[in-house]
C-alpha cells in the first residue's frame, strides 16, 4: 500500500465492499414495481405503512408505538425537542456520541455526565448523583458496542437503570443503532423489552446494518409520546422519504437484510482483531477494552499523551480518528477513537503503525514496532 492512500479511523460507516448494493437495487426495483403509489406519494410522518409494521413486529409493539424517521439522528432530535428544554437535566455517558452532546446543548440542557465502565454507565454513581438531589428529564443511553467506547451493558445494569428511572421519574433514551452487530458474546435483552412502566423510548438505524445513505432510522416509544412526535414531524418534513423507506421495507421483508447483518459482521470482527493486533503491536502501551460488536474501539494511552497533536501529525501521514475530548465535556486528552467498521485488516494494519509513528514524532522520539 503506497504511503500516499489516506486511511480513516474517524467515520462510523461501513465501507462499500459490505454494503448489499445488488440486494437494495432488487429491493428498490421490487419497491416501485409493487408500490409506486406508496413510494411516490408524501406518506404520512409515521413513515411506510410496511415498515412501520415490520419495525413494531421485531421491537414487540403496536405500530402505533412506531415512528421511521430520516435516520436516527432526526429521531434523536425529534425525542430531544420532545421532552428536553433549556435547563433541564440530562444524564449522559461518559464519553458518549459527540453529536448527541451537541445536539443537547444547543437546546440549552444541562448536562450530568456520568462515568462509563467496561459493562455500561457506571449506575452506582448515578445513583449517588439522583440521592444528592439530582433530578434528571431524560437519561441518554447506548448500551450496545458504544460509540466511542466500544462496549456493552450489562443485563444488571439494564434492570438497575429501570428501577432508577422509575423511583426518580426520568425517561431512558436507549440509542441502539448497533445492536445487530454482535459477533461474539451473549446477546443482552433491550431495556425496551424489560421495561414495565414505559419508561423507555427506544431509538435504532438502518444505516450500520444496511447502510448509512439510505438515511432510515426510528423511535420506539408509548403511543403517547409517539402520536406528539408524529405531529411534530408533520410539521418539519410532512413525511419522511417514502423511496427510501419503501427500499428498506422491501429490504427487511425479503430476507435480504439477515444477509447483510451477517456479512457486515464477519467483516467487523476481521477488522476489529486487525485493530487489536496492530494496537498491540504498534502502541504497546495503550490500553483498550476488547468490543464484541460494533464499529468502534476506544484507546487510552498513558496519561499525559498529548492526542490533539498526535492527530494533527497522523492527518499529515494521511491518518483520521477522533481524538477523545470531542466526546466529552471535560477530560479525555490522551484518549482516541478507533473506527474500524469502514477500512480493510491491511489499511488498518498500516493505519495504526502510521499513528504510532506519528505519535513517536510528538514525543520526540523514535520508537520502533514489537517484533
Ligand atoms: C449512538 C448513535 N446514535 C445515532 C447515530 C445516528 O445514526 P443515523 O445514521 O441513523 O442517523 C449514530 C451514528 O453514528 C450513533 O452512533
Redesign the pocket.
Known amino acids: 500500500m503506497s504511503a500516499a492512500t489516506n486511511i480513516s479511523l474517524a467515520r462510523?460507516?461501513p465501507s462499500l465492499d459490505i454494503i448489499a448494493v445488488e440486494d437494495l437495487k432488487a429491493s428498490a426495483q421490487r419497491a416501485f414495481d409493487r408500490d409506486p403509489g406508496g413510494a411516490f406519494s408524501y406518506g404520512t410522518s409515521a413513515g411506510y405503512p410496511r415498515l412501520v409494521a415490520w419495525i413494531a413486529a421485531k421491537q414487540g409493539v403496536e405500530p402505533d408505538q412506531v415512528i421511521a424517521t430520516?435516520?436516527?439522528?432526526?429521531?434523536?432530535a425529534f425525542l430531544f425537542q420532545q421532552l428536553v428544554g433549556p435547563g433541564d437535566l440530562v444524564v449522559v455517558e461518559a464519553p458518549?456520541?459527540d453529536?448527541?452532546l451537541l445536539a443537547l446543548r444547543n437546546l440549552g440542557a444541562d448536562i450530568l455526565a456520568i462515568p462509563l465502565q467496561e459493562d455500561g454507565i457506571d449506575v452506582g454513581a448515578l445513583e449517588r448523583a439522583l440521592e444528592s438531589g439530582a433530578r434528571p428529564r431524560l437519561a441518554h443511553i447506548?448500551p450496545s458496542f458504544?460509540?466511542p467506547a466500544g462496549c456493552t451493558l450489562s443485563l444488571d445494569k439494564r434492570r438497575r437503570l429501570l428501577e432508577l428511572a422509575a423511583e426518580y421519574d426520568f425517561t431512558i433514551f436507549e440509542?441502539?443503532?448497533?445492536v445487530e452487530l454482535r459477533f461474539e458474546g451473549e446477546d443482552q435483552p433491550t431495556m425496551l423489552s424489560l421495561d414495565e412502566r414505559g419508561s423507555v423510548v427506544y431509538?435504532?438505524?438502518?444505516?450500520?446494518t444496511v447502510c448509512?445513505g439510505i438515511?432510515?432510522?426510528y423511535l420506539v416509544g408509548s403511543k403517547e409520546t409517539i402520536g406528539a412526535i408524529r405531529k411534530t414531524a408533520t410539521s418539519t418534513y410532512i413525511s419522511p422519504s417514502m423511496v427510501a423507506q419503501s427500499i428498506v421495507a422491501e429490504f427487511c421483508e425479503s430476507g435480504a437484510i439477515d444477509t447483510s447483518i451477517e456479512t457486515v459482521k464477519t467483516a467487523l470482527r476481521e477488522r476489529r482483531d486487525a485493530t487489536a493486533r496492530a494496537i498491540d503491536r504498534h502502541l504497546p502501551d495503550a490500553t483498550y477494552v476488547t468490543p464484541e460488536g460494533g464499529?468502534f474501539l476506544w484507546v487510552d494511552l498513558p496519561e499525559g499523551t498529548d492526542v490533539a497533536a498526535i492527530e494533527t501529525a497522523a492527518a499529515e501521514r494521511g491518518v483520521l480518528f477522533v481524538k477523545g475530548t470531542d466526546f466529552l465535556l471535560e477530560g479525555g486528552e490522551s484518549s482516541l477513537r478507533i473506527a474500524y467498521s469502514g477500512v480493510i485488516p491491511e489499511q488498518i494494519e498500516e493505519g495504526i503503525a502510521r499513528l504510532a509513528e506519528a505519535r513517536a514524532e510528538v514525543a520526540g522520539s523514535v520508537v520502533g514496532p514489537r517484533a
Open positions: 462510523g460507516a430520516n435516520g436516527s439522528m432526526q429521531a434523536d458518549s456520541y453529536r448527541t447506548i458504544q460509540n440509542d441502539d443503532p448497533y431509538a435504532s438505524s438502518f444505516s450500520k448509512p438515511r432510515v432510522g464499529y
